[in-house]
């Protein structure tokens, strides 16, 4: 089992629809969670982190944490084509796990 | 200026040979990490340095080495590079301490070797 898991997609939207990112992890002692969004050939930019259960919104981006279920998604209100990326998740685990570990991420396609 | 810098952006070299990843950044940052992407494995990481003195093995580590030669720079090098070592390398700096200790990317390189 990968330690932090992600449908490779491509996930496809209609232009002004929500997109909706999942990722699950394996490590129960997880503290800090986050999203970043990488284009084609470009390095990966930070969406936002949330560390506490329920949501963490930022403008059309909202995060949402259930520890209980080792579940973090990402939202993405009235998403654009520009929206058109990967998306990666990033869990930095607990004692002792000071680096972050990657999912593999989710490709999204939004239509015009 | 960018914050983070990677030097050279794109490298062809053979089999064999020595090469070297460097990585500045302009950010204050204490910690260095290098990671490598391949097509539908994500980011990976490789080596990590907490500070000038803190150097540490990441999940990929053999084949690889590291030198963190201030606080602004930290180095990659592949002592004989193999083609399987071909892929878009990455530097990340964080700043540590309390906080989300968010990672921001340097450009990348882009590294095959024939």
């Given at each position: ?112 | ?15 064999g040979k020595r090469i070297m990843l460097e990585c500045s950044q302009t950010k204050g940052h204490d ?84």
């Open positions: 089992q990968k330690e932090v898991e992600q449908n490779s997609g491509p996930l496809s939207v209609p232009e002004g629809a929500i997109a909706s990112l999942n990722c699950t992890y394996s490590d129960r002692g997880s503290q800090s969670f986050f999203w970043y969004r990488q284009y084609s050939g470009k390095s990966p930019e930070l969406i936002m982190f949330i560390y506490s259960n329920g949501d963490k919104e930022d403008g059309r981006f909202t995060a949402q944490l259930n520890k209980a279920s080792q579940y973090v998604s990402l939202l993405i209100r009235d998403s654009q084509p520009s929206d058109s990326a990967t998306y990666l998740c990033a869990v930095r685990g607990g004692t002792g796990r000071r680096a972050l570990t990657f999912g593999s991420g989710t490709r999204l396609q939004v239509q015009p | 200026d960018a914050d983070v810098t990677q030097t050279p952006r794109n490298r062809i070299t053979k089999t910690r260095m990490y290098w990671y490598r992407q391949d097509p539908g494995l994500g980011l990976r990481l490789i080596y990590y340095s907490f500070d000038v003195k803190d150097i540490n093995k990441g999940e990929i580590s053999d084949g690889y080495s590291v030198s963190r030669q201030a606080q602004a720079k930290f180095s990659l090098s592949l002592e004989s590079a193999i083609p399987n070592q071909t892929a878009l390398y990455f530097c990340a700096t964080s700043l540590g301490g309390q906080g989300s200790d968010t990672q921001y990317f340097g450009p990348g390189t882009r590294l095959t070797v024939l």
